[in-house]
Nanobody, 128 residues
Framework: QVQLVESGGGLVQPGGSLRLSCAPS????????MGWFRQAPGKEREFVAA????????FYSSSVKGRFTMSRDKAANSIDLYLNRLEPEDTAVYYC?????????????????????WGQGTQVTVSS
């Protein structure tokens, strides 16, 4: 079975930066997409960013576009998320997600149904 292991996160002041990382362990993992979702207290889990593995195209939610950046290591099947210009509204648990069954298109890559594996989540708190 595939496990996704996240690292990074923590407490940062508004305007600061963080880096989140995610790497697979366990069984062989051949991703079609990997991404990040987040869930704030009392809210639904929402899409943040993803990369389509076949062509390395990146997709971002409107709330983070221009502030967050994804990168991938194709050989390691791992991803990073760089969170810049953080705002208190970015406070949430961030989850890494990986899909291997579905080849996503632009309109579906933000759907949770694309992803088969999830990390345990890492807390990001933006506060002064």
């Amino acid at each position: 079975q595939v496990q996704l292991v996240e690292s990074g996160g923590g407490l940062v002041q508004p305007g600061g930066s963080l880096r989140l990382s995610c790497a697979p362990s366990g069984s062989t993992f051949n991703p079609t997409a990997m991404g990040w979702f987040r869930q704030a207290p009392g809210k639904e889990r929402e899409f943040v960013a993803a990369v389509r593995w076949a062509d390395n195209n990146k997709f971002y939610s409107s709330s983070v576009k221009g502030r967050f950046t994804m990168s991938r290591d194709k050989a390691a099947n791992s991803i990073d998320l760089y969170l810049n210009r953080l705002e208190p509204e970015d406070t949430a648990v961030y989850y890494c997600a990986g899909g291997s069954r579905v080849r996503p298109i632009a309109s579906t890559i933000s759907s949770r149904q694309v992803y088969d594996y999830w990390g345990q989540g890492t807390q990001v708190t933006v506060s002064s």
